[in-house]
C-alpha cells in the first residue's frame, strides 16, 4: 500500500477517519486529548506498517531507525540537563541524529543498503530539530512515546510537511471544543479534496506534457519540457501537502501549510518563501541562521553582504545533497543558491531596484525574469539536462 497513491489507502483512511472524527467531537465533554493521542499513534503506526510491507529488512531498519533516533534525543536531554550547553557534546549527538539519513544517501554506491527506510529525510529533519532545541534549551524533556508518535505521525512521513515537535505536541494534547474541531475538520476535508483534484486530475494532465516534450530536442522542445515539468512537480506535490494537511485537520493537528501560489513570486527569494515552506522554513531556522551567526563570530567574511551571500550557497547546496547525490540535485541546489546571492546583491545594492521596485511594471518584469529561472531550475532538477 502506497500512502495517498492506491485505493486500499483511501479505503482505510476513511473507515478510520470515522472514529476519529466521533473523538474529536467529543473530546470536550471527556475532558482530555489523550484518547485521540492513542488513537492518531496506533492508526500512524497502522499505516506505516502497511505502507512499509513485509521486507523483513525494511522493517528491521525502521524499527532500529526509531529506537536510534529515541536512545539520541533521550540520552541528550539528559546529558543537556546535567552538563548544560557544551558545544563538542552537541555537535556527536547532531551528527548521530542524522548518521542514518548519511547511510542511506552513501549505500546507494555500495552493495549493502542501509537504512532505507520509509520517508528517512522527513524523519530526520524531526529528529534534528529536537536535538538542536534541546541544545537551545527550548526542549527540556522528552517522552519517548511522545517523539514516537510526532516521528511516525503517517500523513507527513512520506514526503512532508516538516512540523516542529512543540508545535505538533501542542495539538496533540490539546482538548478542542466541539465548534473548533468541526471547524478544522470542515477546512481539512477541503484540502483532502482540492489535494486529491490537484494530484490525480491536474497532475495527470500535466504528465501528459511532461512525457510529450520528453523525447524531443531543441530549446522550444527544453522549453516545454521545463514549463509542464515544472507545473507538474506544483500540482503533484502540492497535491500531495494538501493531502496530508487536510488529514492531519481530520485527527485534530493543525499540520502547517507547505505551498502558497508560488508561481506568482517576484523574486527567487519570495519563491522560497512560497514553495515547500515548511523545507525552506526549516533551512532557514537551522542550518542559514546559525551559519551567518558563527560566520558574524568568528568573522569568516567581510560584510554581512557576504555572509549571507555564502549563507544562501552553503543552505541551498545542503538542501541538493538532502535531495540525493545525483549531479541534478547538486546542482539544482548550487543554482539556487547562487540565484539567492545574486538577488541578495542586486536588492542591496542597486539604486535601480530600490526606485523601481514598488512600480507595477518593475514588478510584472521581475515576476517574468523569476519564472524563466524557476522553470530553469525545474529543467535541472529533473535530470533532463544532465
Known amino acids: 500500500m502506497t500512502l495517498f497513491q492506491d485505493v486500499?489507502?483511501?479505503?482505510?483512511?476513511?473507515?478510520?477517519?470515522?472514529?476519529?472524527?466521533?473523538?474529536?467531537?467529543?473530546?470536550?465533554?471527556?475532558?482530555?486529548?489523550?484518547?485521540?493521542?492513542?488513537?492518531?499513534?496506533?492508526?500512524?503506526?497502522?499505516?506505516?506498517?502497511?505502507?512499509?510491507?513485509?521486507?523483513?529488512?525494511?522493517?528491521?531498519?525502521?524499527?532500529?531507525?526509531?529506537?536510534?533516533?529515541?536512545?539520541?534525543?533521550?540520552?541528550?536531554?539528559?546529558?543537556?540537563?546535567?552538563?548544560?550547553?557544551?558545544?563538542?557534546?552537541?555537535?556527536?549527538?547532531?551528527?548521530?541524529?542524522?548518521?542514518?539519513?548519511?547511510?542511506?544517501?552513501?549505500?546507494?554506491?555500495?552493495?549493502?543498503?542501509?537504512?532505507?527506510?520509509?520517508?528517512?529525510?522527513?524523519?530526520?529533519?524531526?529528529?534534528?530539530?529536537?536535538v538542536i532545541e534541546i541544545y537551545d534549551g527550548v526542549i527540556t524533556q522528552v517522552n519517548p512515546v511522545d517523539f514516537i508518535s510526532f516521528l511516525v505521525f503517517f500523513p507527513g512521513i512520506l514526503s512532508g510537511p516538516i512540523d516542529r515537535s512543540r508545535r505538533y505536541l501542542e495539538d496533540l494534547k490539546k482538548t478542542q471544543s466541539r465548534e473548533e474541531y468541526l471547524a478544522l475538520a470542515g477546512d481539512g476535508l477541503f484540502k483532502l479534496m482540492l489535494g486529491m483534484l490537484y494530484k490525480f486530475v491536474l497532475a495527470a494532465v500535466c504528465y501528459q506534457g511532461v512525457q510529450f516534450f520528453s523525447d524531443s530536442f531543441g530549446f522550444p522542445a527544453q522549453a516545454g519540457y521545463a514549463y509542464c515539468y515544472g507545473v507538474y512537480m506544483f500540482f503533484d506535490f502540492a497535491g500531495y501537502s494538501l493531502m496530508a494537511v487536510g488529514v492531519s485537520y481530520l485527527l485534530g493537528i493543525r499540520t502547517p501549510d507547505n505551498f502558497r501560489q508560488p508561481f506568482l513570486s517576484r523574486d527567487i527569494r519570495e519563491f522560497w518563501d512560497r514553495w515547500h515552506i515548511t523545507l525552506s522554513y526549516w533551512f532557514r531556522d537551522f542550518l542559514f541562521t546559525r551559519f551567518v551567526m558563527q560566520s558574524m563570530r568568528h568573522k569568516w567574511f567581510k560584510d554581512r553582504l557576504q555572509t549571507a551571500c555564502a549563507g544562501f550557497l552553503v543552505d541551498m547546496f545542503v538542501m541538493g545533497i538532502w535531495h540525493g547525490l545525483a549531479p541534478n540535485y547538486l546542482l539544482y541546489g548550487l543554482y539556487h543558491g547562487a540565484l539567492l546571492a545574486l538577488n541578495e546583491i542586486f536588492q542591496k545594492k542597486s539604486k535601480f531596484y530600490k526606485k523601481n521596485k514598488k512600480k507595477k511594471w518593475y514588478q510584472a518584469l521581475s515576476w517574468a525574469v523569476t519564472m524563466q529561472l524557476v522553470m530553469f531550475g525545474f529543467l535541472l532538477f529533473s535530470g533532463h539536462l544532465v
Not at 477517519?17 to 466521533?22: E, G, H, R
Not at 488513537?39 to 503506526?45: D, G, H, P, R
Not at 499505516?47 to 525502521?62: K, S, V
Request: charged fraction near 15%; glycine fraction near 6%; aromatic fraction near 16%.
Open 8 to 130: 486500499a489507502f483511501f479505503v482505510l483512511l476513511a473507515v478510520l477517519l470515522v472514529p476519529a472524527f466521533f473523538l474529536g467531537l467529543t473530546e470536550e465533554k471527556r475532558g482530555s486529548g489523550n484518547t485521540r493521542a492513542w488513537y492518531i499513534l496506533a492508526a500512524s503506526v497502522l499505516f506505516d506498517a502497511l505502507a512499509i510491507g513485509r521486507d523483513p529488512e525494511h522493517i528491521l531498519f525502521f524499527l532500529l531507525y526509531l529506537l536510534w533516533e529515541t536512545l539520541t534525543v533521550s540520552v541528550y536531554v539528559r546529558i543537556r540537563q546535567k552538563s548544560g550547553r557544551k558545544g563538542k557534546i552537541y555537535a556527536v549527538f547532531l551528527i548521530l541524529s542524522i548518521v542514518p539519513l548519511v547511510l542511506s544517501k552513501v549505500s546507494g554506491f555500495f552493495p549493502v543498503h542501509l537504512f532505507q527506510v520509509l520517508g528517512i529525510s522527513y524523519l530526520t529533519f524531526k529528529s534534528a530539530q529536537v
